[in-house]
């Protein structure tokens, strides 16, 4: 048995492997979760200049 826990997520002949470690999330979701967080964080942005602005602070 090996010492690391997590082995089984990086050998490639095992179905794990397709997987983020750890987790039921594909890796082929990545890139689209990726793109996700950037336009939740752009919104974000957005939203807090629009708060700043009905408050008027600078």
Known sequence: ???DAW???HDPSNMFSRY???TIVPKTFLPAIGYVIVAFSQLDVQLDL???HLLSAD
């Open 20 to 22: 983020v470690e750890g």
């Open 7 to 9: 082995a089984i997520w």
């Open 50 to 52: 629009t708060i700043a």
């Open 1 to 3: 048995m090996s010492d």
